[in-house]
């Protein structure tokens, strides 16, 4: 999949595509059908598959310094899309003179005279333009008035309701990434290079790898049993299960939240390298203990909860 990040990037034959078009944050279940109804859009055209999205997102750009809420950051969004056989991300800058553009300025300038879009297609909740002025029913008469197809999807819904980005943002803040999961389509995971902690974990008997949470979302605070891929140029070339504590360590009063992962059965080095640290259940919320000793058994005993889990 080649990514743009500007349209005058964009080659003659990445143009004129069938464009899917929204945040994508997460690539869950009903992104993934909208992604597939564009895919059948694109081989009936015989046109290149694309998919816009906006970095920074809107709610980023509007609300800088915010609560961090990204289930995707941008690799690993651009991973899982380009996973569903996308020719093309645009990857548009989400700034000042973009959020001015109204929505036939948006139509006009980034699709039919930026891109030459054939088709776009986008989610029935789907807003666009200056002060969210667009919505899927404005964006379906200026497709009619500039030559350019229009498909409105209606929302995916799964036995619990419709499929969001928000629902799967309360799972994981509740401590259900179990839930999360089924939303998703897959395990949420959080990834990142490990970075140099105080290696405390080492000397408690449990050495770690830590992850900065940095733009995630937090899911709840606590311990969870995971699995985790070391990649390297966005492939998995090993495999572990492990405990993880996400959060702030009490007994230790760290003030920024780490996801500090402990993989069973590994004996090396991580500094540098990068890891996605799948979220399979959340086992218990973080405690102050009143000394180390009662920290290192309740670590030991969640271990082997993780283990028999995981089994």
Do not use: W
């Not at 080659?11 to 004129?16: F, H, I, N, R, V």
């Not at 009936?44 to 809420?69: D, H, K, N, T, Y």
């Not at 380009?82 to 929505?103: E, Q, S």
């Not at 259940?281 to 309740?298: C, G, H, I, M, N």
């Amino acid at each position: 999949m080649k990514v743009f990040r500007h349209i005058a990037d964009v080659p003659g034959a990445y143009k004129s595509a069938v464009v899917a078009i929204g945040n994508f944050d997460g690539v869950h279940i009903g992104h993934q059908a909208l992604i597939a109804e564009a895919r059948r859009h694109a081989d009936e055209r015989r046109a290149p598959l694309a998919v816009m999205v906006f970095e920074p997102s809107p709610q980023e750009f509007f609300r800088p310094g915010g609560e961090p809420f990204r289930l995707t950051p941008f690799r690993a969004k651009a991973r899982l899309i380009a996973a569903l056989r996308v020719d093309a991300m645009y990857a548009l800058a989400f700034d000042a003179a973009l959020a001015r553009k109204t929505a036939q300025e948006f139509a006009q300038d980034v699709l039919v005279d930026g891109l030459e879009t054939g088709c776009v297609i986008v989610g029935a909740d789907f807003r666009f333009g200056k002060d969210r002025g667009g919505d899927a029913a404005v964006l379906s008469y200026l497709g009619e008035m500039e030559g350019f197809g229009v498909v409105v999807l209606d929302p995916v819904a799964g036995a619990a309701g419709k499929i969001s980005s928000t629902g799967i943002r309360t799972a994981l803040k509740d401590g259900r990434p179990g839930d999360a999961a089924r939303l998703l389509g897959r395990t949420f995971a959080i990834e990142g290079r490990v970075e140099h902690g105080a290696r405390r974990g080492r000397t408690l008997g449990y050495p770690t790898a830590n992850i900065d949470l940095d733009g995630y979302l937090r899911p709840a605070f606590g311990i969870y049993a995971v699995r985790a891929a070391v990649m390297e140029n966005e492939r998995t070339v090993a495999r572990f299960e492990g405990v993880a504590n996400l959060g702030i360590r009490p007994m230790f009063e760290r003030a920024a939240p780490l996801l500090e992962a402990h993989l069973f059965d590994f004996d090396g080095e991580l500094y540098g390298k990068h890891l996605s640290v799948e979220l399979i259940a959340y086992l218990r919320p973080e405690t102050k203990f009143a000394s180390v000793d009662e920290l290192k058994a309740q670590m030991a005993r969640d271990a082997e909860a993780a283990k028999k889990l995981l089994r």
